[in-house]
């Protein structure tokens, strides 16, 4: 399997943010992304999702963790099932590369 790391990514709101990228030959791609997400003043938690450039259900493609390791743990997990089904990455990398 190809290599998944993570960027931060560089914004004054984004402390704990996270683009998840594919490394695969000598490209990269953007996949997903883990982060820390206010849903309401009470209600902030770290998160995970999968890009949803194709159909996808919501827990199928997203969740939460305890952490940012846990959503890393969470991340790979769904990614994998998601690539286990025949076709869907080769979809999946055809619909990032698209022009948009």
Known sequence: MADLYLRKVQHPQA???????????????EIGSIGVKAF?????????????????????????GDDRRECMVKFRAAWERLC????WFEEFLAMKRRPR
């Open 40 to 64: 309401t003043s009470k209600d902030i938690a770290w998160t995970w999702g999968i890009d949803t450039v194709m159909p996808l259900r919501d827990h199928q493609a997203e969740g939460r």
């Open 15 to 29: 402390r704990d943010n996270y683009r998840v990228i594919l490394k695969i030959d000598d490209d990269e791609v």
């Open 84 to 87: 286990a089904q025949p076709g």
